[in-house]
C-alpha cells in the first residue's frame, strides 16, 4: 500500500479500522461480490458462446481451446430448420408490436398523467393487474377465440396478443416520464400559444424521449422473447424464433451445438440494441426513478 | 395592452375556498402587485387570469373581451413561472423565439425580435445554450426575455424571484421594475415578499384566505392599513401589536402602564400598533416609558432594539451609531401621528378619533 495516513497506525488493531481505512475496505468486498454474481450470470452465456462455434461432438467437452468453425450458423438456415423464417417472423412481430404500443401507450399515458379522469386510479390498477393473471390460465380462450376468427398460426394474431403483453408496462413506465417533466414547463408553453397537442408535440414528446426509447426497447424485448403465447397459437407460418429453438431436438438427443447458435441469433439484437442505446437508458431509468 | 376586471371571482375545490367572490379592476399599464402569505388565493387568482384554472364562478375581462372561455393561448397574455418552465431541450434562442414560432411569426421577422429581447436582459452571448448551463438569475432572464418577446396585452408573474439568491434578488427587482417601466404592459405579480411588493407596485392587493385585504399604493398600505392582518404583513420588522385598554384617552397596556394618549371613547380591549421606526430611543425619563432591552442588533444602516415591554417584546429602530447593551434601561418614545389602534377580536382597524 503506497497511501500515507495523517494518523499514526501502529496502535491498537481499532485504531488501524477507522474512516477512509474501512470504507474502501468495504469498497472492495462489494467490488469482489459484484465480479462473482456477474461471473455466475455470465456462464451460461459464455458456455453458449463457445458451444456454437463448437461441433456435435466437441459439444459435451468442456474445452476452452477448440478449432472454432461456423457451420452451425449455416446449418440452423438450412432445412429443416430455415431460422430464417422464423426470424422474419420474429423481427415483423416485435417491431409492429412496438410501433403500435408506444403511440398508443404515450397518449394513455399522457391523460393518465395530466387530466383527472373519473376512475382513474381504478383504472391504472387494472391495467396493470391484467398482468396478474398467469398467462397458462388465459391461453385456452385466446386459442379458440384466434381459431374462430382465423388468427391461428398469423402473425396479427401474435401482434395483437404482444401488445396485449406489452401495453400495460408501456403505459406504466412512460406514465412515470411524464410524470416527471414540471407541470410549469407544458403550461409556459400554453401560455405562450400552444395548443395541447403542440405542447405534446413540441414539449412533451422531446422531454420524454428517454423514455419512449428505454420502453421501446423494453417492448421488443417482450415481444422478441414471447414464448408461450407463440407456442400455442402458431405451428407452421407465424413460428418465432424461441419457438424455433425447440426444433433443435432430434433423435439423437438435444442438439447443443445448433440450439446455441440459435441463441447466439436471438441475443444478438439484445446486445446491439443495449450498446446503442445505453446513454438513453441509464439516463432513463434513473430519470424516472428519482424524481 | 389592455386593463383587467375580475367580476365577482371565485374558485373553491370542494370546501375549500381558494379566492373568495372577489372584484378587482386593474387598470390599463398599471402595475398591480398580489401579496398575501402562501395559500392566500394570489396565485391561484394569477393562473385564472392566465387560464390555467377555471373559475367556479365570476367574470375575468381582458380589455374588452370575456376570455372565461378562451384557452389561454388564446388570452395573449404572457407569464412568468416562479421555477421558470423553460424548455430544456432547447437553445436560449429557441426558448425565446418559441412563443412567436407557435403563433406562425414570419421567420425573417423571429430573430431580429429575439435578439432584441436577449439584449434587454442582457442574454446575447447565451443564445445557443441550453437552460441547464445557465444560472438561476440566467434562467429567470430567459423566462422575462420569452415573456418580452412578443407583445402580449398582459403581463403575468408568479413570484418570479422567489427562486434567486437574496443578492441577486435585488438587483432582479431593480432590472424588472426598469423594464415594466420601459414596457409598459398591464403587469399583475404575485409574491408573498413585501418588499418586491412596495418596491414594483402602483398598488398593492393584500391578500388573505381568498378574500382582498385592502387594495391601494405601497404608501396607503404601510402608512394607513386597513386592518391588522395588513399592519403586521407589510414592513420589516413587523408592526408592534401591544395589548391593552383605552381610558379617558390614555392607551393602558395589559401590564397597566399608562402609555401614550390617542383619544377616543374608552375600550375594555384594544390592540396599539405602532412601527420600530414611529419609536425614538432616549435616556431613561425622557421617553414615554422607560423599558429594559431584550437584545440589541445592530444591522449596520440601523440598529434594531428589541425592549421589555411588560409581558410583551416589541422593537424600536434606533440610530446607526446607538450602541447599547443588553439589560440597559431606555426610554421610548412613540411619534403620536402613527399610532393605529386594533380592535383585537375582528381585527379590523379603529380609526383614531372615530366614535
Given amino acids: ?291 | 395592452m389592455a386593463e383587467i376586471r375580475l367580476n365577482n371571482l371565485t374558485k373553491r375545490w370542494g370546501d375549500f375556498i381558494g379566492v373568495d367572490d372577489q372584484s378587482l379592476h386593474i387598470h390599463d399599464e398599471e402595475f398591480l402587485v398580489l401579496l398575501g402569505p402562501s395559500g392566500c388565493g394570489k396565485t391561484t387568482t394569477m393562473r385564472m387570469i392566465a387560464g390555467l384554472e377555471d373559475p367556479t364562478a365570476g367574470e375575468i375581462w381582458i380589455g374588452d373581451r370575456m376570455v372565461n372561455d378562451d384557452l389561454p393561448k388564446d388570452r395573449d397574455v404572457a407569464m412568468v413561472f416562479q421555477n421558470y418552465g423553460l424548455y430544456p431541450h432547447m437553445t436560449i434562442f429557441d426558448n425565446i423565439a418559441y412563443p412567436l414560432k407557435v403563433r406562425g411569426t414570419p421567420k425573417a421577422d423571429i430573430e431580429p425580435r429575439v435578439k432584441k429581447a436577449a439584449e434587454q436582459v442582457e442574454l446575447t452571448e447565451f443564445l445557443h445554450r441550453k437552460p441547464k448551463a445557465l444560472s438561476g438569475g440566467q434562467r429567470q432572464r430567459v423566462a422575462l426575455a420569452r415573456a418580452i418577446v412578443r407583445t402580449p396585452k398582459v403581463f403575468l408573474m408568479d413570484e418570479p424571484l422567489s427562486n434567486l439568491d437574496a443578492k441577486l434578488r435585488v438587483t432582479m427587482r431593480a432590472e424588472l421594475k426598469h423594464l415594466s417601466r420601459q414596457l409598459q404592459i398591464t403587469t399583475v405579480y404575485v409574491t408573498h415578499d413585501q418588499i418586491e411588493a412596495m418596491t414594483l407596485a402602483d398598488r398593492v392587493a393584500v391578500m388573505r384566505h381568498g378574500v382582498i385585504q385592502q387594495l391601494g399604493t405601497p404608501d396607503d398600505i404601510y402608512n394607513d392599513p386597513a386592518n391588522m392582518f395588513v399592519a403586521g404583513f407589510i414592513g420589516s420588522p413587523a408592526m408592534n401589536l401591544i395589548n391593552g385598554s383605552v381610558q379617558s384617552g390614555m392607551f393602558i397596556t395589559t401590564g397597566g402602564t399608562r402609555l401614550v394618549g390617542i383619544g377616543g371613547p374608552d375600550r375594555a380591549s384594544a390592540i396599539l400598533g405602532v412601527r420600530a421606526d414611529d419609536m425614538s430611543v432616549h435616556d431613561p425619563g425622557q421617553g414615554d416609558i422607560d423599558v429594559t432591552i431584550y437584545a440589541f442588533e445592530n444591522t449596520g444602516e440601523s440598529t434594531l432594539l428589541t425592549v421589555q415591554w411588560g409581558r410583551q417584546r416589541v422593537i424600536a429602530r434606533g440610530d446607526r451609531h446607538l450602541r447599547k447593551e443588553q439589560g440597559e434601561t431606555v426610554g421610548i418614545k412613540l411619534n403620536p401621528d402613527h399610532l393605529y389602534l386594533f380592535n383585537p377580536d375582528s381585527g379590523d382597524r379603529i380609526r383614531l378619533g372615530d366614535k
Avoid at chain 1, 90 to 95: D, H, K, L, Q, R
Avoid at chain 1, 122 to 134: E, G, N, S
Avoid at chain 1, 205 to 218: D, E, H, K
Fill in chain 1, 1 to 291: 500500500m503506497s497511501e500515507q495516513s495523517a494518523v499514526p497506525t501502529t496502535g491498537a488493531n481499532s485504531e488501524f479500522w477507522t474512516g477512509k481505512r474501512k470504507q474502501r475496505f468495504w469498497r472492495m468486498i462489494q467490488a469482489i461480490l459484484i465480479l462473482i454474481a456477474a461471473f455466475i450470470m455470465l456462464i451460461p452465456i459464455i458456455w453458449i458462446f463457445l458451444a456454437a462455434f463448437k461441433s456435435h461432438v466437441e459439444v459435451y467437452q468442456l474445452r476452452l481451446f477448440f478449432t472454432p468453425t461456423l457451420e452451425n450458423f449455416g446449418t440452423v438456415f438450412e432445412q429443416p430448420y430455415d431460422l430464417g423464417a422464423k426470424l422474419y417472423n420474429s423481427t415483423i412481430v416485435a417491431f409492429v408490436t412496438v410501433i403500435f404500443a408506444i403511440p398508443i401507450a404515450t397518449m394513455a399515458a399522457y391523460s393518465f398523467s395530466r387530466f383527472t379522469l373519473k376512475f382513474e386510479t381504478t383504472i391504472l390498477v387494472v391495467i396493470l393487474a391484467t398482468q396478474f393473471v398467469p398467462a397458462v390460465v388465459i391461453i385456452l380462450p385466446f386459442f379458440i377465440m384466434f381459431r374462430d376468427l382465423g388468427l391461428l398460426d398469423t402473425r396479427i394474431g401474435l401482434i395483437m396478443v404482444n401488445l396485449a403483453i406489452v401495453m400495460p408496462f408501456a403505459i406504466w413506465m412512460i406514465k412515470g416520464f411524464i410524470d416527471g417533466i414540471p407541470l410549469d414547463t407544458e403550461e409556459a408553453a400554453m401560455v405562450d400559444g400552444s395548443s395541447r397537442l403542440q405542447v405534446i408535440k413540441n414539449i412533451v414528446l422531446p422531454m420524454a424521449a428517454p423514455g419512449l426509447v428505454t420502453a421501446s426497447i423494453f417492448c421488443f424485448i417482450l415481444a422478441w422473447n414471447e414464448f408461450l403465447f407463440a407456442l400455442f397459437l402458431t405451428n407452421r407460418e407465424a413460428v418465432t424464433l424461441p419457438i424455433g429453438l425447440a426444433l433443435f431436438r432430434g433423435e439423437e438427443g438435444d442438439l447443443w451445438n445448433l440450439l446455441s447458435a440459435a441463441g447466439i441469433i436471438i441475443m444478438l439484437p439484445m446486445f446491439i440494441l443495449a450498446l446503442a442505446i445505453r446513454k438513453y437508458f441509464v439516463q432513463g431509468m434513473t430519470m424516472g426513478a428519482v424524481r
